[in-house]
């Protein structure tokens, strides 16, 4: 079982940046598919951007061009990279294991969960 760990969440203003990471335990994180997925007041969780074990990655179509996901399989991290941030990136976001290798889009199909950072960009 793996264990994930998120950071970097906070407050920033529209068109700032943040960059979120997620620590995992375990030794089986390079065999892994990560994901980002983030879930507003009211709405469903969504997945955001996911990278595969050989960094193949997917992204959302509202995060596409503006966040950037990666790992470093040495210190079993996954990052997102988020730019441009507008009000409707505001959002908790988790970081979530797979227990394959490959992405799969559905919540479902992810088996460790972080506790979630707050992300907040005001207008």
């Known amino acids: 079982q793996v264990q994930l760990v998120e950071s970097g969440g906070g407050l920033v203003q529209a068109g700032g940046s943040l960059r979120l990471s997620c620590a995992a335990s375990?030794?089986?994180?390079?065999?892994?598919?990560m994901g980002w997925f983030r879930q507003a007041p009211g709405k469903e969780r969504e997945l955001v951007a996911a990278?595969?074990?050989?960094?193949?990655?997917y992204y959302a179509e509202s995060v596409k061009g503006r966040f950037t996901i990666s790992r470093d399989n040495a210190k079993n991290t996954v990052y997102l990279q988020m730019n441009s941030l507008k009000s409707e990136d505001t959002a908790v976001y988790y970081c979530?294991?797979?227990?394959?290798?490959?992405?799969?889009?559905?919540?479902?199909?992810?088996?460790?969960w972080g506790q979630g950072t707050l992300v907040t960009v005001s207008s």
């Open positions: 979530a294991a797979r227990p394959k290798p490959v992405i799969l889009l559905p919540s479902g199909e992810y088996d460790a």
């Open positions: 375990g030794r089986t994180f390079s065999n892994r598919a």
């Open positions: 990278i595969d074990w050989v960094g193949g990655k």
